[in-house]
């Protein structure tokens, strides 16, 4: 559609979009996860989980912000990797408060499905500017994870629409409203299955490696 407003006809445009092995990230059930063992998560308690680069451009004060908010929510457990030059203030501004936190490297490939599946909820902050630009490609693990996401998108963008149905899409750059949207799912057991649910067949159905090939 940013194409076709610029006048570019639609023939000479073709969408070769990103795509995801769904195989290589396998939904055990009720195995424990082994992230979830290392790091000492109890049963009872929520992941919510970002993995990225840890920069302006994708929002992370928002998520640090939202963090700050939901600090006294002892069943939270925020588990953080990625590198970028917001990492200092993320460990400054999370050391020594009240809820738990991992801040991790990048993970290595080879532990990507145990590394996806560890979350509860996956949470993508990014800027709306960027949302409404291009679906980030780490998208699709989440999806493929069958775990839930809460995403600040424009609704028409194509991450917006996503977001809805495999979580919650948050129109405005609020900590407020994103930590909400958190509290929502983390408090809603049957909607987290669901929308997770939703996101895995959505990836499954529209970026599975194979078929966007074939295409």
Request: charged share 30%; proline share 5%.
């Amino acid at each position: 559609n940013s194409l076709k407003s610029r006048n570019i006809v639609e023939t000479k445009c073709i969408l070769f979009p990103n795509w995801i092995d769904t195989q290589q990230i396998k939904i055990k059930g009720n195995k424990v996860n082994p992230y979830r063992k290392d790091l000492k998560i109890q049963d009872d308690e929520i992941v919510i989980h970002y993995s990225g680069s840890l920069n302006k451009k994708q929002g992370i004060e928002i998520l640090i912000d939202a963090m700050d908010i939901l600090k006294n929510q002892e069943n939270l457990v925020w588990v953080i990797a990625g590198e970028g030059p917001s990492k200092g203030e993320l460990i400054r501004r999370t050391q020594n408060q009240f809820f738990k936190v991992h801040i991790m490297p990048l993970q290595p490939l080879e532990r990507i499905s145990d590394w996806l599946t560890l979350a509860d909820i996956h949470v993508l902050p990014q800027r709306r500017a960027a949302a409404d630009l291009v679906l980030p490609s780490k998208l699709l693990g989440m999806l493929a994870s069958s775990k839930p996401i809460v995403a600040i998108s424009p609704k028409q963008s194509e991450l917006g629409k996503i977001a809805d149905i495999a979580g919650i899409q948050i129109e405005n750059e609020s900590p407020g409203d994103f930590a909400k949207a958190i509290m929502n799912l983390a408090k809603d057991k049957e909607k987290r299955e669901k929308k997770g649910n939703n996101g895995r067949t959505i990836a499954e159905n529209n970026y599975e490696k194979s078929k966007v090939l074939r295409k």
